[in-house]
């Protein structure tokens, strides 16, 4: 049973909580760059609410119960709220959700009271003004009374209307609304944040207000950021809108964006139920919610109502449960995926994240665990977002026990004992045993069959897996030794359609050099890669035994390229898997010599629609005679093919001046 302190120990511990949540206010608002989890915030805000309840005369007007946030930052000029932005309470349960929804009943008289629902955004709040139909100025809440000028900046938000939809709106209106990211808009500056080397933001909400709030309107264009309005403050005249629902639907038809999730309810069930459906809905929405909010939606009764210090009593925000928790890390293991790239895994004791059980979060690569300096034994904040697997956001580096190791990348993979290889300047290691690793068998069998390659038709994903699940392919080679009898038991695979795909691959024994090399999977060898190891090198012993220097002689392939093909071929169980394969009979004509290829060292483009070929030909007869075929234009195009209704590579060309060939100059230089 929990001791009820004396007013001598709740007046220390209020002090301490004021000051430690002011401290998380100035990192969260002003510097973007939180560093405890929403549900500890929470804990620590209702732990000083109920000490104030408990002790009034210990209250403050400058507690952080009496406003909202903290100062604005410098930088900023200054805009005084006419109508002060509030926060709202939290509903954390079912049981808060009816305390919240009896109090409103008993002060309204009322047996059943009807509400405005709607998502609760995860971004920043803002205030848009309008006078006479177009945007002046734009604010964020900052601490309720006074908030940041942000106009510039959210000038930039597409999603802003610059100028108000019809005639009908105030002569002056204030919209509040929220600044928000979409997901794949964060992830992709996540992307970019690591292409540049800075740090990544931890979640939508902290990109969206450090992208917001840039003295540089520049860098916030830049940024993808959205916009969604909940309501209004000031404004001229009332308008025709008797309650919160009208509103917003007024707002909308005056060109802002509303959520398409508002919904007007009766009653407390009817609320219940509603926030159920969001829980549901949450993994699938293309933006973060923490909560949904529900508000009186009589504006009559909303005034009756009133406010608190803080928050108004016809609001409240029933929050979903966290989706940041702390834990700690119990290993750090290595996964091989399917191209062979490795990332390290850290397991997790397990804990509710966003009500669900997490046990594990990706680390990404070894770069990032190392940015991170992510430990066995650590404690960690760890972050789940929808249905996206759980990553770990920071280490509580006060937390770290004694003689913690710094994670390194194995040497050789953790699944088939091959080197494993991470090339100067990228992020992800990777096993390099292309053809032999069983985590990349499934990968490397598709490639290995596909048209360009060997070219096995009926060969295709479902059939693989089961073929391996089967145990009857392991690797490439094994697929020569397949037989119809064995095939036409498996799932979809009728006598038939065993006996073609036996001829498949049987037909696919007589191939080209080239074909085999880039079936072979090496990283960065496309299809002009390999035609140019061919001319340059004629025969498959040559390649195999070739040395970097030697690699580099061939056009197009710089240091990076060469290191790849020279550690595919240096893996012993790759050339094991070649020689199986050259042992089940698939061979090629004898690579012509170099001084008969009379289009070696120039590189084609193809653009548009051929009439006496098609595209596959007439690039496979253009590397026949030692071309270079690219599907980008650039200053080292040599020609530009263009048949029928060419597409914008035919511009680029006369931009740059390449010289450009119809089909029947092509024909000619093919000797048709």
Request: proline fraction near 5%; glycine fraction near 8%; hydrophobic fraction near 40%.
């Amino acid at each position: 049973m929990t001791r009820t302190p004396d007013k001598r120990s709740a007046a220390k511990r209020i002090a301490a909580l004021r000051d430690e949540i002011a401290d998380h206010n100035y990192r969260y608002y002003v510097l973007d760059d939180p560093t405890i989890s929403d549900a500890e915030y929470d804990r620590l805000f209702r732990e000083l609410a109920e000490l104030e309840a408990r002790f009034p005369e210990l209250g403050s007007p400058d507690s952080p119960t009496q406003r909202v946030g903290v100062r604005p930052a410098t930088g900023f000029a200054e805009v005084r709220h006419a109508v002060p932005m509030l926060s709202l309470e939290n509903a954390f349960d079912r049981e808060e959700m009816e305390a919240f929804d009896r109090r409103i009943r008993e002060r309204l008289d009322a047996d059943r009271v009807a509400y405005t629902a709607e998502p609760k955004m995860d971004g920043l709040a803002v205030s848009l003004l309008y006078e006479n139909g177009r945007f002046r100025r734009a604010a964020t809440r900052g601490d309720g009374t006074t908030g940041e000028d942000v106009t510039l900046n959210v000038r930039t938000i597409r999603s802003v209307p610059l100028r108000l939809r019809g005639k009908e709106w105030p002569r002056q209106l204030e919209v509040r609304g929220e600044v928000f990211m979409m997901k794949t808009a964060f992830e992709a500056l996540n992307a970019e944040q690591d292409k540049t080397d800075q740090k990544r933001f931890a979640n939508p909400r902290n990109a969206a207000a450090g992208s917001l709030r840039q003295l540089d309107p520049a860098v916030t264009a830049r940024r993808p950021l959205s916009f969604l309005a909940y309501g209004a403050g000031q404004r001229s005249e009332p308008g025709s809108s008797r309650g919160q629902y009208e509103l917003l639907m007024q707002l909308r038809s005056f060109g802002l964006p509303v959520s398409r999730h508002v919904h007007q309810l009766a009653g407390l069930e009817a609320c219940i139920a509603y926030y159920e459906m969001m829980a549901t809905m949450r993994p699938e929405l293309p933006f973060e919610i923490d909560g949904v909010v529900f508000k009186v939606d009589d504006f009559q009764q909303q005034e009756r109502l009133g406010f608190v210090s803080r928050a108004p009593r016809w609001a409240v925000a029933f929050k979903f449960p966290p989706e940041q928790e702390l834990t700690q890390v119990l290993d750090i293991e290595v996964q091989v995926g399917r191209t062979g790239a490795l990332t390290p895994v850290a397991r997790l004791s397990p804990v509710q994240v966003g009500g669900v059980t997490v046990t594990n979060a990706t680390l990404h690569n070894e770069s990032e665990v190392h940015r991170k300096d992510i430990r066995v034994g650590d404690t960690v904040m760890v972050r789940r977002a929808g249905d996206v697997i759980p990553e770990i956001v920071e280490v509580r580096r006060d937390r770290r026990p004694p003689g913690t190791k710094i994670f390194s990348m194995p040497s050789r993979c953790p699944v088939c004992g091959s080197r494993v290889l991470r090339p100067e300047g990228e992020a992800v290691a990777r096993c390099t045993g292309g053809l032999y690793c069983r985590a990349q068998a499934v990968q490397s069998i598709i490639h290995f069959s596909s048209r360009r390659a060997m070219n096995i038709d009926g060969l295709g994903e479902k059939l693989v897996e089961q073929l391996i699940e089967r145990g009857l392919v392991k690797n490439v080679a094994d697929l020569y030794a397949l037989k119809a009898e064995a095939l036409a038991g498996l799932e979809r695979m009728g006598p038939k359609s065993a006996a073609n795909l036996v001829a498949a691959l049987d037909r696919s024994r007589q191939t080209r050099l080239d074909r085999f090399l880039y079936a072979l999977g090496i990283r960065e060898v496309g299809e002009a890669t390999a035609q140019a190891m061919v001319s340059h090198f004629g025969k498959l012993g040559a390649i195999r035994r070739a040395s970097m220097d030697e690699l580099e002689r061939v056009p197009d392939i710089g240091p990076v390229v060469a290191r790849q093909i020279q550690s595919f071929f240096a893996e012993p169980h790759n050339n094991e898997i070649i020689d199986r394969l050259l042992a089940a009979g698939v061979r090629w004509a004898a690579a012509e010599a170099r001084g008969s290829r009379p289009l070696a060292g120039k590189t084609f483009v193809l653009t548009g629609a051929l009439e006496s070929l098609t595209r596959d030909e007439a690039r496979e007869s253009l590397q026949a005679l030692g071309a270079r075929v690219s599907g980008t234009v650039s200053k080292r195009t040599d020609f530009v093919v263009a048949g029928g209704e060419p597409g914008s590579k035919l511009l680029k060309a006369r931009e740059l001046g390449v010289r450009i060939l119809n089909e029947k100059a092509l024909l000619k230089l093919l000797g048709r």
